[in-house]
């Protein structure tokens, strides 16, 4: 394992529903990051934290807000989604913003329906 | 920004025989190439990677190699074998933590 844990790891949802995911890192790092994962496509940066300040909103829709109460913590809060918003939802965390190497945890798939 | 294009898209491999994958990308600034392999159910995992000072990289059975004068660079793998089969992606930076990613090989050895 990564040291990387995510919950849900399924979550299937209606578009008037609101949830959220959960992130947990085990690495003591201080940078953490929100990808999506989309079939046949390659991974989309959404959201830097560093030292729990967002650092990179990578023109993200404000359906998906995210949260970050401490460096070991992240959230993504999902409102009034959309189906093409159905994909695989990657945490990762790095040592420093200026580390490299990234530590993914296994996603959580999410349905729109 | 930075765009990266991976190929093929999928390739299949006789156990044993070595597997290729090959990227390129646009911008001659980045200066860091690393490549995350992800199994079934996982996400991705660094298995090797490469910076701008350096033209190849040798870690066991996977080596990557780079040309910054073409801008591509490439992932082998020698002597597959049936766990190396997995979504390889490629990857490229020009700072320190935004990578920008190629769309992956589903890369299947036979047995």
């Known amino acids: 394992e990564t040291g990387v844990t995510q919950t849900p790891r399924h979550l299937v949802m209606g578009m008037t529903n609101k949830k959220s995911l959960k992130c947990e890192q085990h690495l003591g790092h201080n940078a953490m990051y929100w990808y999506k994962q989309s079939a046949k496509k390659p991974l989309e940066l959404m959201f830097v934290?560093?030292?729990?300040?967002?650092?990179e909103n990578n023109s993200v829709p404000s359906r998906f807000s995210p949260e970050c109460p401490n460096s070991s913590h992240l959230f993504l809060h999902l409102h009034t989604l959309q189906p093409e918003d159905s994909a695989l939802y990657l945490c990762?965390?790095?040592?420093?913003?200026?580390?490299?190497?990234?530590?993914f945890g296994p996603g959580t798939r999410l349905t729109v329906t | 920004g930075e765009n990266v294009e991976q190929h093929p898209s999928t390739l299949s491999v006789q156990e044993g025989d070595s597997a290729v994958i090959k990227c390129t990308y646009s911008?001659?600034?980045?200066?860091?190439f690393p490549w995350y392999k992800q199994e079934l159910g996982k996400g991705p995992q660094l298995i090797i990677d490469i910076r701008s000072n350096v033209g190849e990289k040798k870690d066991q059975r996977i080596a990557v190699t780079l040309n910054k004068t073409a801008k591509h660079f490439s992932l082998h793998i020698t002597e597959t074998q049936p766990e190396d089969s997995a979504v390889y992606f490629c990857?490229?930076?020009?700072?320190?933590?935004?990578?920008?990613f190629g769309a992956g090989t589903t890369v299947t050895v036979r047995a």
């Open positions: 934290y560093s030292l729990e300040e967002r650092v």
């Open positions: 990762a965390s790095s040592q420093f913003l200026a580390s490299y190497e990234q530590y």
């Open positions: 911008d001659s600034a980045s200066n860091y």
């Open positions: 990857a490229a930076s020009m700072n320190d933590y935004k990578l920008s």
